[in-house]
Structures are given as structure tokens and as C-alpha cells.
């Protein structure tokens, strides 16, 4: 069963579940499982951390159960709080999975140049910044992130995890004050939107170069430099996933080793494809 989720992730500790802590899968684990009278455990499209958003999260639970979907959508909107909600409940094939099926994340990132700062209404998921960056110079460096690379330096380590990724999309758009930035890529490591945002926020307020930004993709380890933008302005708006009968490709392909060439042709960093 796919189940098309959506939260505000200012009072949960993150997506993943976590003894004592309030997390989106444990509240949604523990309300699924009173629902269907059995153990629910759901694998999810990508992980978000503590303070982040989602418009369009993806989940998908196994049962042998028939599942009846806009009943459960019905009942869940009276379990869950109001927090989280899930949009969509439905059958797919055996195949999918949430996780591995996922061709690509679209995350959107929020600013306001206000001088006041953000709105009331909208302090949540909108993060002030200074009301003079430089919206041109953002977008020259991030297009020079585009591609297939390395992105050690915007990457928290994990053990066994690769940090090579296809940045598909990084774009800037502005609306009278509200500035957001569209990024989207087959998958994304640790903190690795936040980096990448708060990478070339640096160079809107002119205190780093495109230049200076394009060159990190030669680094191997976490640049300190780059700063990790606030979890808060950030929100996972869309998954896609192949047809139905492309499902078990895209799950072995995912899976896959994956390197980039290094200077002399050779391949560099390998792993399996996290979130």
C-alpha cells in the first residue's frame, strides 16, 4: 500500500523512528497499526531530519490485509494529529518501494528578504535572510552544482553511504519578498539540500564567489565553510516514480555502486544510494 503523506516537522525529531522521541514514522507507525490491527512498519522515499517539511512525502507499508484506501484515509484523518496527515492511501504492485522505485526528490527551499522578517502566519517554514542578496549571482552558482558529482562537501558523513548524486534542478525564483530555491536530484544525502542552500546564500550576500562554491565539488571530506541553512525552510514537495512495469529495473538500478570518474579517468567513492 503507497501512502502519500504530508507534515509540518517543527515538532517532530525527524522522519525516522527514535526511542522516546516524537518522530513522523513513529506517529504514524503507531496510529496505522491500531487502524489495521497489526504491526505496521513503513519504508519512506527520504528521510527527513528534525524541523523538515513535507508536501509530497511517499511511504508504503506490506500487509496481507485488504486495505479499503479512502476508508483508511477517512479513519486516519481522526487518529492522527494534526501535524501530519496522510492525503492518499492505494494498492501497488508488489514491486514498488518507496525508497529504492524513487527516480527522483523535489525539495523547495523558502527565504524572505523582508526586512521584518517572515510573517507570523508564516515563521514555520519560511527563513529570513538579508533583504540585498544578489538573486543573479545565487543562480550562476548554482547552476555551476548541476550534474553528476561528488557532493562530499555538502554532505554529513554516514558510514557505507556514498555522496555521489545527480543534481537534476537547483533554481531560483522570486515573489515580491518570498524567494525559493527548487532542487531536485535522484536522491540527497545528510543535510546535503541544506548545504547547498546555505552554500549559495553565501554568495548571494556576497561573501563567497560562484567560483569559490563550484570548487567545493573537488572536495572529499565536508567543507566547514559551507553553512547548513535551517531545517525549517525546507520542505519535500514531490517524489516521482517510474510505470508499473519499470518498477523492478529502477530497484536494482538504484542499488547499484556508483562512481564518478576521478582526475585520471578512474572511478572515485563508491556506496549504495542513500536518502
Request: net charge positive.
Amino acid at each position: 500500500m503507497r501512502l502519500d503523506i504530508s507534515y509540518d516537522g517543527t515538532d517532530f525529531t525527524g522522519w525516522a523512528r527514535q526511542p522516546g522521541l516524537r518522530t513522523v514514522q513513529g506517529v504514524l507507525e503507531e496510529s496505522l497499526s491500531k487502524v489495521q490491527r497489526e504491526p505496521i512498519q513503513l519504508t519512506v522515499a527520504g528521510r527527513t531530519d528534525a524541523g523538515v517539511h513535507a508536501q509530497g512525502q511517499v511511504a508504503h507499508f506490506d500487509t496481507r490485509t485488504a486495505v479499503d484506501g479512502a476508508r483508511l484515509v477517512h479513519r486516519l484523518a481522526r487518529f492522527l494529529p494534526k501535524d501530519v496527515r496522510v492525503k492518499d492511501v492505494r494498492l501497488v504492485p508488489p514491486e514498488f518501494d518507496a525508497r529504492f522505485s524513487a527516480i527522483r526528490r523535489h525539495y523547495a527551499y523558502r527565504l524572505t528578504t523582508a526586512p521584518f522578517g517572515a510573517e507570523p502566519l508564516q515563521a514555520r517554514h519560511i527563513v529570513p535572510c538579508r533583504p540585498g542578496v544578489d538573486l543573479e549571482a545565487m543562480r550562476a552558482a548554482s547552476r555551476k552544482l548541476l550534474g553528476l558529482h561528488d557532493f562530499a562537501a555538502f554532505c554529513r558523513r554516514r558510514e557505507g553511504a556514498t555522496t555521489i548524486r545527480e543534481l537534476q534542478r537547483f533554481e531560483w525564483e522570486r515573489d515580491g519578498e518570498l524567494l525559493t530555491a527548487y532542487v531536485s536530484a535522484d536522491a540527497f544525502c545528510w543535510s546535503m539540500v541544506r548545504s547547498l542552500v546555505g552554500g549559495v546564500l553565501a554568495v548571494g550576500e556576497g561573501r563567497r564567489t560562484p567560483e569559490w562554491i563550484g570548487g567545493l565539488l573537488n572536495e572529499r571530506e565536508r567543507a566547514s565553510a559551507v553553512t547548513v541553512a535551517p531545517a525549517h525552510g525546507l520542505s519535500l514537495i514531490a517524489v516521482d516514480y517510474p510505470a508499473d512495469a519499470e518498477l523492478a529495473a529502477r530497484n536494482a538500478q538504484t542499488r547499484e555502486v556508483r562512481s564518478v570518474p576521478g582526475p585520471s579517468g578512474s572511478a572515485a567513492a563508491q556506496g549504495c544510494c542513500g536518502d
